[in-house]
């Protein structure tokens, strides 16, 4: 991204459980793709809806790109700390998994417990398409790996436990009613 004022959207565009763009895989970046303006509405979207982090397929853009931010809840400094990933790659990842809630913008209001590693080791470019190559942890491992699930096509809750993922299905069906709903409108 360059050092220019960007163009923040007003509104925010989330897609929702039950887009079939959520199950997409998305298609890689190319090399002079300019994705400022993707990026503007991709950190718009996760700091107006209070998210911790985002992939583009949210937006409805099927690029591979995720963002995500774990320090402006705490702090309330918004654009500070934020990460973004572009074409990004799982290299390692330990075999220690830790379990932790998760949630996510496009499933609003469900959460579950999800089993992850607790260590990565990605390969990816930078916002300004600096190729790194880079190992994280804990909480910023976590964020990475669901956003990244987000460029294949999946979803937290495919990460579920049976018994979990059965306790959640009534929601998950009126969140699939009111994306239906939506769609019905804006055609």
């Not at 220019?4 to 887009?19: F, K």
């Not at 583009?56 to 690029?63: F, S, T």
């Not at 774990?70 to 379990?99: H, L």
Request: aromatic share 4%; hydrophobic share 40%; proline share 4%.
């Amino acid at each position: 991204m360059n050092d220019e004022t960007l163009d923040i959207p007003d509104v925010p565009r989330i897609v929702l459980y039950g887009n079939n763009i959520l199950r997409e895989e998305c298609v890689l970046v190319k090399e002079n793709e300019n994705i400022d303006g993707i990026l503007a509405e991709m950190m718009a979207t996760m700091y107006s809806l209070g998210g911790i982090g985002l992939a583009a397929p949210q937006i409805g853009e099927l690029k591979s790109i995720i963002i995500w931010d774990n320090d402006w809840v705490k702090s309330k400094k918004k654009y500070e700390n934020i990460n973004v990933m572009v074409n990004p790659k799982i290299i390692e990842e330990s075999k220690e998994e830790i379990p932790m809630l998760e949630a996510c913008l496009s499933l609003p209001g469900l959460e579950g417990v999800v089993y992850r590693p607790r260590k990565i080791l990605v390969e990816y470019e930078t916002a300004n398409r600096d190729k790194k190559r880079e190992e994280f942890l804990d909480v910023d491992t976590r964020v990475i790996l669901h956003e990244i699930d987000h460029l294949s096509g999946k979803l937290f809750i495919d990460r579920l436990s049976p018994r979990d993922r059965s306790e959640i299905v009534n929601q998950l069906v009126m969140l699939r009613q009111v994306q239906k709903k939506k769609q019905a409108l804006s055609v």
